[in-house]
Protein backbone atom coordinates (compact mmCIF):
# COMPACT_ATOMS: atom_id res chain seq x y z
CA UNK A 1 0.00 0.00 0.00
CA UNK A 2 1.48 3.40 -1.30
CA UNK A 3 1.48 6.15 1.76
CA UNK A 4 2.90 9.36 1.39
CA UNK A 5 3.97 11.34 4.37
CA UNK A 6 4.37 14.98 4.72
CA UNK A 7 6.35 17.06 6.64
CA UNK A 8 7.89 20.65 7.31
CA UNK A 9 5.06 23.07 7.39
CA UNK A 10 4.66 25.55 9.44
CA UNK A 11 4.35 29.52 10.08
CA UNK A 12 7.03 32.22 8.22
CA UNK A 13 7.26 35.22 7.85
CA UNK A 14 6.83 36.49 4.26
CA UNK A 15 10.28 36.49 2.28
CA UNK A 16 11.14 33.44 4.74
CA UNK A 17 12.10 29.89 3.32
CA UNK A 18 10.72 26.45 4.27
CA UNK A 19 11.50 22.76 3.33
CA UNK A 20 8.83 20.12 2.57
CA UNK A 21 9.70 16.20 2.88
CA UNK A 22 7.67 13.60 1.38
CA UNK A 23 8.61 10.37 2.83
CA UNK A 24 7.26 7.71 0.15
CA UNK A 25 6.68 4.20 1.24
CA UNK A 26 4.63 1.14 0.32
CA UNK A 27 6.12 0.58 -3.15
CA UNK A 28 9.13 1.11 -5.81
CA UNK A 29 8.51 4.53 -7.19
CA UNK A 30 10.87 3.98 -10.09
CA UNK A 31 9.06 5.11 -13.41
CA UNK A 32 6.95 7.15 -11.04
CA UNK A 33 7.02 10.83 -11.34
CA UNK A 34 6.56 12.76 -7.50
CA UNK A 35 5.73 15.89 -6.84
CA UNK A 36 3.84 18.86 -5.31
CA UNK A 37 0.63 20.20 -5.26
CA UNK A 38 -1.23 23.21 -3.01
CA UNK A 39 -4.80 24.47 -2.49
CA UNK A 40 -5.52 27.59 -0.34
CA UNK A 41 -8.59 28.29 1.06
CA UNK A 42 -11.50 28.96 -1.75
CA UNK A 43 -8.88 28.28 -4.56
CA UNK A 44 -8.73 25.41 -7.01
CA UNK A 45 -6.19 23.21 -6.70
CA UNK A 46 -2.75 24.23 -8.08
CA UNK A 47 0.28 22.20 -9.25
CA UNK A 48 3.69 23.53 -7.62
CA UNK A 49 6.27 20.70 -8.70
CA UNK A 50 7.11 17.55 -9.85
CA UNK A 51 10.16 14.98 -10.48
CA UNK A 52 10.91 12.07 -12.03
CA UNK A 53 11.81 9.29 -9.49
CA UNK A 54 14.37 7.83 -11.97
CA UNK A 55 16.06 10.41 -13.98
CA UNK A 56 15.16 13.63 -11.76
CA UNK A 57 13.64 15.94 -14.48
CA UNK A 58 11.85 18.47 -13.10
CA UNK A 59 9.26 21.54 -13.88
CA UNK A 60 7.49 23.67 -11.93
CA UNK A 61 4.14 25.84 -12.22
CA UNK A 62 4.81 29.43 -12.81
CA UNK A 63 4.13 31.05 -9.40
CA UNK A 64 6.82 29.07 -7.75
CA UNK A 65 9.42 28.94 -10.65
CA UNK A 66 12.88 30.63 -9.24
CA UNK A 67 11.93 30.70 -5.88
CA UNK A 68 11.53 26.70 -5.53
CA UNK A 69 13.55 23.45 -5.91
CA UNK A 70 11.94 19.77 -6.04
CA UNK A 71 14.60 17.30 -5.49
CA UNK A 72 14.48 13.62 -4.63
CA UNK A 73 16.37 11.46 -2.07
CA UNK A 74 16.64 8.18 -3.67
CA UNK A 75 18.17 6.18 -0.79
CA UNK A 76 15.62 7.71 1.61
CA UNK A 77 12.46 7.23 -0.78
CA UNK A 78 12.26 11.34 -0.01
CA UNK A 79 10.91 14.04 -2.03
CA UNK A 80 11.71 17.64 -0.90
CA UNK A 81 10.41 20.78 -1.71
CA UNK A 82 13.04 23.53 -0.77
CA UNK A 83 10.75 26.91 -0.20
CA UNK A 84 12.51 30.46 -0.71
CA UNK A 85 11.57 33.76 -0.61
CA UNK A 86 7.87 33.02 0.56
CA UNK A 87 5.13 35.53 -0.01
CA UNK A 88 1.86 35.17 1.54
CA UNK A 89 0.19 34.08 -1.39
CA UNK A 90 2.25 30.92 -1.02
CA UNK A 91 -0.17 30.15 2.06
CA UNK A 92 -1.84 26.94 1.70
CA UNK A 93 -1.98 23.40 2.14
CA UNK A 94 0.69 21.66 0.06
CA UNK A 95 0.34 17.66 -1.09
CA UNK A 96 2.36 15.22 -1.68
CA UNK A 97 1.80 13.54 -4.92
CA UNK A 98 2.78 10.27 -7.19
CA UNK A 99 1.90 8.55 -10.25
CA UNK A 100 2.75 6.43 -12.73
CA UNK A 101 4.74 7.63 -15.96
CA UNK A 102 6.57 11.17 -16.09
CA UNK A 103 4.14 13.29 -15.67
CA UNK A 104 1.53 14.51 -13.01
CA UNK A 105 -1.77 15.05 -13.91
CA UNK A 106 -4.70 17.07 -12.03
CA UNK A 107 -5.71 13.61 -10.56
CA UNK A 108 -2.62 12.01 -9.50
CA UNK A 109 -3.00 8.18 -8.30
CA UNK A 110 -1.55 8.73 -4.75
CA UNK A 111 -2.05 11.47 -2.50
CA UNK A 112 -0.83 12.27 1.07
CA UNK A 113 -2.73 14.41 3.81
CA UNK A 114 -1.21 17.43 3.21
CA UNK A 115 0.73 20.15 5.08
CA UNK A 116 0.06 23.50 6.10
CA UNK A 117 2.16 26.23 5.40
CA UNK A 118 1.36 29.94 6.63
CA UNK A 119 3.19 33.08 5.20
CA UNK A 120 2.57 35.87 7.51
CA UNK A 121 3.03 39.79 6.27
Known amino acids: QVQLEESGGGLVQAGGSLRLSCAAS????????MGWFRQAPGKEREFVAR????????NYGNSVKGRFAISRDIAKNTVILQMNALNPEDTAVYYC??????????????WGQGTQVTVSS
Open 97 to 110: AAQRGAHLTQRPAY
Open 26 to 33: GRSFSGYA
Open 51 to 58: ITWSGGST
